[in-house]
Nanobody, 120 residues
Framework: QVTVTESGGGLVQAGGSLRLSCVAS????????VGWFRQAPGKDREPVAR?????????IYKESVRGRFTVSRDNAKNAVYLQMTSLKPEDTAIYYC????????????WGQGTQVTVSS
């Protein structure tokens, strides 16, 4: 059974960068669509970015992060990354990765989340 685990969160000053990792174990991750979500205190979880399965690699981004965040995958490492630059205090949240197989996206696999805190 495939599971996913996030890492790479931390405390960073505004304007700084972080790279989050989502690593899969128990199966081949390249056939999955992978999404990054975040949840700030008192707010609903929201989608941030998504990348389609390997060979397609189509990406989409939340408007407020477009141009600052980049999602990519490394199939050899069974990993998907979220490179975050020009971070803002409003990016502070717990970040989760989720995975889905097939053309229709259904987020069936979720990680435990990693905290990102951006200080002003």
């Amino acid at each position: 059974q495939v599971t996913v685990t996030e890492s790479g969160g931390g405390l960073v000053q505004a304007g700084g960068s972080l790279r989050l990792s989502c690593v899969a174990s128990g199966g081949n991750f390249s056939s999955y669509t992978v999404g990054w979500f975040r949840q700030a205190p008192g707010k609903d979880r929201e989608p941030v970015a998504r990348i389609r399965w390997a060979g397609n690699d189509d990406t989409i981004y939340k408007e407020s992060v477009r141009g600052r965040f980049t999602v990519s995958r490394d199939n050899a490492k069974n990993a998907v990354y979220l490179q975050m630059t020009s971070l803002k205090p409003e990016d502070t949240a717990i970040y989760y990765c989720a995975a889905s197989q097939g053309v229709t996206v259904r987020w069936t696999l979720w990680g435990q989340g990693t905290q990102v805190t951006v200080s002003s």
